[in-house]
């Protein structure tokens, strides 16, 4: 399987079809869905819908790298919402099958935290569509409870943890990596771009050592200007390595 970088969509507007004809024009080869945007939302797309949006996928020659569910850890452990949040994650995954999504990004709390039988629903959902549960949960402070995970730059420069050491110690665990930055104020940058923390050089090859039939996202949340950002961060990754984009 050829591995692309692919922009989160939902950081680019909030017509997907749009989104997905500007994509084509600028040359990008994937697109990583979210589960939260207009078009994408699982519980608003009947038989139709979804044959709809597969065709404006093949239409527009994306692939579906993957789909983002960030719903609040909290969600999972309060009584008044973890129903909606386990109803909402099948359902995500119902839709990333439809679509030929393998992994569902989201962030869950720690096996310490979530009750038993939740997290055996949650794993039979994952197993029942055929979609891997990709794990944003940081730190990973036992590795060897994550079955498979995701992993974002910035998120690991913010817990103190260097991205490149992660992605060694997930090794095959990572299913779903992300191309991210984060600057000195704290904030989201461009990967890339000056000020950055991120060694790309570095994160790429690790990436392709244990991970390189895994598409990329290029999570452009919280950046200001993301159809420039992206194209910086296209060059970069491209400059780092050989490979697909």
């Keep these: 399987m050829n591995s692309y970088l692919a922009p989160t969509a939902a950081s680019l507007g909030n017509d997907l079809r749009v989104i997905c004809d500007r994509l084509r024009r600028d040359g990008w080869r994937a697109v990583q869905l979210s589960a939260a945007m207009p078009g994408a939302r699982p519980r608003e797309l009947g038989a139709s819908a979804r044959r709809d949006l597969a ?86 402070e036992h590795v060897d409870e994550i079955e498979s995970a995701g992993l974002d730059p910035a998120a690991c420069f913010s817990v103190d943890r260097d991205p490149v050491n992660v992605v060694l110690e997930l090794a095959g665990r990572l299913v779903a990596p992300r191309l991210s930055d984060l600057i000195a104020t704290g904030l989201r940058g461009v990967p890339g771009d000056v000020g ?50």
């Excluded at 909402?88 to 720690?110: E, H, M, N, Q, Y």
């Excluded at 039988?117 to 994952?126: D, F, G, K, L, N």
Aim: negative net charge.
């Design 55 to 140: 065709a404006t996928l093949r239409r527009t020659e994306l692939v579906a790298a993957g789909m983002d569910l960030w719903i609040p850890q909290e969600h999972f452990l309060d009584p008044s919402t973890v129903d909606r949040a386990v109803s909402s994650f099948d359902a995500a995954c119902g839709l990333a099958s439809d679509l030929g999504i393998t992994a569902l990004s989201v962030i869950l709390p720690g096996p310490d935290q979530l009750d038993d039988e939740i997290r055996e629903v949650i794993e039979s959902s994952s197993v029942k569509h055929g979609v891997l549960i990709a794990d944003h949960r940081m730190p990973y």
């Design 196 to 245: 950055g923390r991120l060694d790309i050089h570095a994160y790429r090859a690790a990436v392709a050592t244990v991970a390189s039939n895994r598409h990329v996202a290029l999570d452009l949340r919280q950046l200001t200007s993301p159809w420039e950002g992206m194209r910086t961060a296209r060059a970069a990754w491209l400059a780092a390595g050989p490979g697909e984009d």
